[in-house]
């Protein structure tokens, strides 16, 4: 494949100091004020732009994903046809996670609990997002350091960094898939009780 290096370069570049500067906000920076459906995929949109490129058409979040999330129940359903800061909170890891993860992993790896459970593992998540990025951005640096010679990088080189960078990727959603499947099932609450007496009731007949 024919590539115009010195394009790559300047990209490269900027998607550098793009991950250096980027974070997505925090959970006292989403709006206070409840929204609208359309309103939502607007600000969704501008906080995740970073996933839109040239030549990828997919649509990254539309009101019918919305919906069909709230069926999927990884999203609590809209107060009055208005999302809130859960919801967007929601939507955010969703919305990046899916990128890699199947919607039956990802609704495994969503909070649940009241608001303030779901404010602490959003802002958890926003901290290893914002830490991931940096350690991109240095990898980038490292791999593609032969095409900042423009002079001297050739198309092999290139050719190079796409193929490492989808073996990484390859490594590390299999790394995910392999964790994820070693996730416990968890007992519900209503059955605990119940093995308990069956476990009391077996200690009193061996007496």
């Not at 969703?94 to 909070?111: E, F």
């Not at 490594?171 to 476990?199: D, S």
């Amino acid at each position: 494949m024919l590539y115009d290096k010195q394009q790559i370069a300047s990209k490269l570049l900027h998607w550098e100091e793009f991950l250096h500067e980027f974070r997505l906000p925090v959970w006292d920076e989403l709006p206070q004020i409840e929204l609208y459906m359309d309103q939502v995929i607007v600000l969704l949109n501008e906080y995740l732009s970073y996933f839109v490129y040239e030549g990828n058409d997919e649509k990254l979040i539309t009101a019918a994903m919305v919906n069909n999330y709230v069926k999927m129940k990884l999203v609590p359903a809209p107060v009055r046809k208005k999302y809130g800061r859960v919801h967007l909170a929601y939507l955010i890891m969703i919305c990046t996670l899916k990128q890699t993860l199947s919607m039956a992993v990802v609704k495994k790896m969503l909070p649940r609990g009241d608001v303030e459970s779901v404010k602490r593992d959003y802002n958890q998540f926003i901290d290893i997002h914002k830490g991931l990025s940096y350690y991109l951005s240095e990898q980038v640096r490292s791999s593609a350091k032969a095409l900042f010679d423009t002079e001297t990088a050739t198309d092999s080189d290139v050719n190079d960094l796409v193929v490492a960078s989808a073996v990484a990727s390859s490594f590390t959603k299999l790394l995910t898939g392999k964790i994820v499947a070693l996730q416990l099932e968890e007992t519900p609450a209503a059955e605990k009780p119940e093995r308990a007496a069956h476990g009391e009731k077996k200690g009193t007949a061996a007496k």
